[in-house]
Structure formats: structure tokens, C-alpha cells
């Protein structure tokens, strides 16, 4: 800007404004709506606890019953069974009744996906 008017500046600081207002018109356009951003973050919410961390890690390498889950885990098996309920309930796992034993997977491979890409992420330097 070092040649220009006083009117040349001035027009460059409004179309830039102006430039910015359609991004920021066109971005909150491809905004989720306020449920689904809720949803988003109860979901990353499981993840925030590092005793849910180890159990879905656990079963991103391979399917378990509760008392493998506990051995690997390093706690009883009613403390994972809890574990187990919440993560059931928010859909990151699932489960199989196999005789009187239930074995339990990841829910499906997006959650395979966010285990791998969240332990590529922690292990970048």
C-alpha cells in the first residue's frame, strides 16, 4: 500500500471486510446445528477418560471378553463392566453373547479409524 491514496486504502479495507463477511456467512452456513455439535462433543467425551482410552484400545487390536478386558486393563472385572455399559451406550462398542460369556468389538471400523488416527496423532513429535 505504500503508493496509494487515501480512497485506493480505504476501498481496499472495505472489500476486504467485505470479503470476510461472505467467509464468515459461508462458513456458519456449513455449521452443524447445535444438537449435532452437542452430540459431537459427548462423543469425544469418551475418549477423555483414560480407563475407557485403554479398553477401546484394547479391542482396536482385538475382540475380548470382560475378564480379558480386566486382566489388560489391570482392574476388576465390575469396574469394566461399567466402563463397558457407558461405551455401549454411546455406540463405540458392541457386543456378542458367545454361551454364557460375552465378547465384545468396536462398534464398527470408524471407531477402528479414530483409534488409529488418535494414536498417530499422540505419537507425531
Partial sequence: ??????????????EE?????DKIVDIRK???DEQDVYNLAEFFKMFGNP????????LHLQDLYVGEIADVVGMSISAVSHQLWILRAAKLIKCVKEGKEVKYSLDDDHVNQIMT????HVKEQ
Avoid at 500500500?1 to 472495505?14: H, T
Fill in 1 to 14: 500500500m505504500k503508493n496509494c491514496s487515501n480512497n485506493q486504502i480505504i476501498k481496499q479495507v472495505e
Fill in 17 to 21: 471486510g467485505e470479503n470476510l463477511m
Fill in 30 to 32: 456449513k455449521m452443524p
Fill in 51 to 58: 480407563t475407557r482410552a485403554k479398553i477401546l484400545y484394547s
Fill in 117 to 120: 488416527c488418535g494414536m498417530t
